[in-house]
């Protein structure tokens, strides 16, 4: 793509551009651009709602510009407030560490890994000392940060704001000074923390920083924003066949943004389809997404998987669980992942969601008493085979 297709791009997809003139004068620059998007390690695992604003770097790195991942070790120790109704429990220095591991392999699935640049702001944020804080406070004031949403929000209702949250923008933003940013991206849930980087920048005689914000891609309830701790999203790093068969559950009034925001393809190649064959435009969908993350030879095998289990088959790949004689059902269910916890194993039972070879079983109860291989199911495409030995 050109400069000015991408420009064109970022205009028709983007929630919000500060400012159009300046991003236009940037890229038209010649000048290699410094572009930041940071990113909360207590959540590690990335799911397509992230690939919005990853694909569109991608299209800004394949020009030329430099991609610099901003991991929020330090940050991460008070936690993003925004959307929140109330202090998050903080992340010790370890553990963001630890949650940010798998990052890089994930991102890297899009973005170029050799033109990645991934850096953490603890290399900055943590040899700040007590003046330098108070000089990064002074730029602000606290009637600025209260006109935040869920500041002004948890003020109204007379909830607590620990005085450590009030820091989190002025954390982010410094980011972008330490950087010197020329552009930023993020999800428009996080627009008051990029335009807080943009005004702390010029405080610190720096050109300030383009944003750029992309619109929450809805997750598979068609409601809430795409969430792993909502169970509502399709992972970047899933297997093949999980994938396929989550891309098959996009709700139909979605699909076509899910198309626009998550792939490759020309408006062309699916418009028409959507509006005229829905199901088979969820057959292109998730040939496509399975395709970007797995490869073409991915794509067979996932949908011979999808259409089996739909027809009421069972898959021939499954995984398998090995157990004793006298293993109980809900224990397995646990084990195997098809449930998080006994009780809800005991609740899938009672509501006739378990079977056993094609069988429902109700009784919270029952074992496995006899040697052999069975195949235990959750809901219509859930499927572990279970090796009593």
């Not at 496995?368 to 291989?373: H, P, Q, R, S, T």
Request: with cysteine.
């Amino acid at each position: 793509m050109t400069t000015q297709e991408v420009y064109e791009n970022l205009l028709r997809d983007a929630v919000s551009i500060y400012s159009k003139e300046g991003l236009k004068e940037k890229l038209e620059s010649g000048r290699r651009l410094k572009i930041k998007l940071g990113a909360d390690p207590s959540r590690p695992d990335l799911h397509l709602g992230h690939s919005v604003v990853l694909r569109k770097l991608r299209m800004l790195q394949d020009l030329g510009h430099e991609i610099v991942f901003v991991i929020g070790d330090f940050t991460a120790m008070i936690g993003d407030p925004s959307g929140r109704s109330k202090t998050r429990v903080p992340l010790t220095f370890e553990q963001t560490r630890e949650n940010s591991r798998s990052y890089y392999e994930q991102v890297t699935k899009i973005l170029d890994k050799d033109k990645t640049r991934i850096t953490y702001n603890s290399e900055w944020l943590s040899k700040m000392n007590f003046a330098d804080v108070l000089a990064l406070a002074g730029k602000y004031t606290v009637a600025r940060i209260l006109e935040r949403d869920d500041f002004a929000k948890r003020y109204a209702e007379k909830a607590p704001i620990g005085m450590h949250e009030m820091f989190y923008p002025l954390m982010q933003g410094y980011d972008s000074v330490a950087l010197e940013a020329d552009i930023e991206v993020g999800g428009t849930d996080q627009t008051f923390n990029l335009l807080v980087g943009r005004e702390l920048q010029r405080d610190y005689g720096q050109t300030p920083q383009e944003v750029i914000t992309f619109p929450l891609l809805p997750g598979l309830d068609g409601v809430e924003k795409m969430s792993k701790s909502l169970d509502n999203y399709i992972g970047i790093d899933e297997p093949a066949d999980i994938m396929y068969e989550k891309c098959m559950k996009v709700p139909d009034a979605l699909l076509l943004s899910y198309f626009n925001l998550t792939t490759d393809l020309p408006e062309s190649a699916y418009a028409s389809l959507v509006r005229g064959d829905i199901r088979q435009a969820h057959f292109l969908y998730a040939a496509t997404i399975v395709r970007l993350y797995h490869g073409e030879e991915a794509v067979a095998a996932a949908e011979a998987r999808y259409r089996s289990v739909a027809a009421g088959g069972v898959p021939e790949n499954m995984e398998s669980l090995t157990a004793e004689p006298g293993a109980l059902l809900t224990e397995l269910l646990v084990r195997s992942g098809l449930a998080p916890s006994r009780s809800e194993a005991r609740r899938l039972m009672t509501g006739g969601g378990v079977k056993l070879d094609g069988t429902p079983v109700k009784d919270p109860t029952a074992v496995l008493a006899d040697k052999g291989e069975y195949i235990l199911s959750k809901g219509k495409n859930k499927f572990v085979r279970i090796v009593i030995a």
